[in-house]
Antibody, heavy 117, light 107 residues
């Protein structure tokens, strides 16, 4: 059974940093592209970026809306996906999800990030 | 960025009715489109991918179609458990973009 469990969310002040984690199990982690997606309260989801699989060299792509502030990485020995978020702004307040593959067939339950002073 | 315009924003329908939700892409995206259902407090669930392919475990009353740059999600016999918000997604090019959502309620 595929399981994705995000953690690391919380309250952070504007300008601060946060690192989210997504623990994956139930599938061969290195075979899959992994994405981060966020959803502000009451709004549509927004794709943040992707880290490709082993066959594609674990390369990354980002939404221009967060490029330069957010970094996606993965620990393929522990099957964990990361999202490093820097210079956070109030508009980064959202539930953050990790999701598998190109079609986002599996999602985690999400972790809430609140950026506020 | 490719814009995905979803309609209607909300609708109310009775059980057993046929419901259709549409997404209009701002440019050609081929069949690189998916549909998701999201229930309150839950993460989105994949329903349809490649515009017309049913995801694993999804009931056959859900179907997807394409006409040019317009995509449709059809629920053939609405059930109580189909309430929620539906989103389309294009993955033709990055950044991948979602539609604004359609909130489906039952009468």
């Amino acid at each position: 059974e595929v399981k994705l469990l995000e953690s690391g969310g919380g309250l952070v002040q504007p300008g601060g940093s946060l690192r989210l984690s997504c623990a994956a199990s139930g599938f061969t982690f290195t075979d899959f592209y992994m994405s981060w997606i966020r959803q502000p309260p009451g709004k549509a989801p927004e794709w943040l970026g992707v880290i490709r699989n082993k066959a594609n060299g674990y390369t990354t792509e980002y939404n221009p809306s967060v490029k330069g502030r957010f970094t996606i990485s993965r620990d393929n020995t522990q099957n964990i996906l990361y999202l490093q978020m820097n210079t956070l702004r109030a508009e980064d307040t959202a539930i953050y999800y990790c999701a598998t593959g190109n079609w986002f067939a599996y999602w985690g339950q999400g972790t809430l990030v609140t950026v506020s002073s | 960025d490719i814009q995905m315009t979803q309609s209607p924003a909300s609708l109310s329908a009775s059980p057993e009715e046929i419901v259709t939700i549409t997404c209009q892409a701002s440019q050609d995206i081929g069949n690189w489109l998916a549909w998701y259902q999201q229930k309150p407090g839950k993460s989105p669930q994949l329903l349809i991918y490649s515009a017309t392919s049913l995801a694993d475990g999804i009931p056959s009353r859900f179907s997807g179609s394409r006409s040019g740059t317009q995509y449709s999600l059809k629920i053939s016999r609405l059930q109580v458990e189909d309430t929620g918000i539906y989103y389309c997604l294009q993955r033709y090019s990055n950044p991948r973009t979602f539609g604004g959502g359609t909130k489906l309620e039952l009468k």
